[in-house]
């Protein structure tokens, strides 16, 4: 599992849009995302790179944290 910030999602659109990019990439198993805390987790075989370039590809730039 790696989880991520991504301070520009506040709202239930973001979360869906934030969400729909990191189920695209392959060997993505499952996303967790709270809106309150702007954080995402994904776990699977997703590298954290690809995971980053997705969001940011989607407008949602964002980083890991653990």
Not at 29 to 46: C, K, P, W, Y
């Amino acid at each position: 599992m790696t989880r991520f910030s991504i301070p520009d999602m506040s709202c239930g659109h973001c979360k869906s849009a934030v969400e729909a990019a990191i189920t695209a990439l392959p060997g993505t198993n499952e996303v967790m995302i709270d809106l309150r805390s702007r954080e995402a987790e994904v776990t699977g075989e997703a590298s954290p790179a690809a995971v980053i370039a997705a969001l940011d590809a989607a407008g949602y730039p964002a980083r890991v944290t653990g």
